[in-house]
């Protein structure tokens, strides 16, 4: 069996289904992995809001992870800048070099963040209030085999 003939047997989703599935990805941007965490365990019975839900939610832990990470290595860079140029004998008045050139990458790098993050709410919360069972690129490989055993992930969109 194909993942067409797959997607096909999943049941059709309701309107609410499609609203709450639509709100998991879109309130995402406001709230970040809350959203998604209260739609995730408030609509148990629905596997179609539940795959949405769980997209949101992962995605917005793997974004907050990926934000903590470079915030750790921007932090520990200004404090190894400060540290070497306190332990090297002059003092300089202005801020650390490290802090000049990293500024610069960690903001570039959290504004693209927050347009990925806008950008894949609305995307798919579009995509989830047509009924679509479209999957995040990596994300949507893993969620929907723990919701639907048996299922493979979708390699391309269902539209009812």
């Known amino acids: 069996m194909d993942d067409q003939q797959h997607l096909t047997s999943l049941p059709m989703p309701t309107q609410d289904e499609r609203t709450m599935a639509f709100l998991a990805h879109l309130l995402q941007v406001f709230t970040g992995f ?3 965490l209260i739609i995730y365990c408030i609509k148990q019975d629905s596997r ?3 795959f949405h839900a769980l997209q949101s939610l992962v995605w917005q832990i793997c974004y907050m ?3 903590m990470g470079g915030m750790v290595v921007f932090f520990f860079s200004i404090f190894a800048s400060v540290f070497a140029s306190a332990h ?3 003092a300089s008045s202005g801020p650390p070099p490290t802090f000049l ?3 610069p990458l960690f903001w570039v790098f959290w504004m693209l963040g927050w347009v990925a993050n ?3 709410g609305i995307m798919y919360g579009v995509k989830a209030n047509r009924g679509e069972w479209a999957g995040y690129p990596i994300i ?3 969620c929907m085999p723990k919701l639907a055993p048996g299922v493979n992930a979708p390699s391309q969109p269902w539209m009812p």
């Open 88 to 90: 090297g004998g002059h």
């Open 140 to 142: 949507g490989k893993w």
């Open 34 to 36: 809350i959203a998604p």
């Open 65 to 67: 992870a990926i934000f």
């Open 118 to 120: 806008v950008i894949l």
């Open 101 to 103: 050139l990293f500024f």
């Open 48 to 50: 179609f809001v539940k």
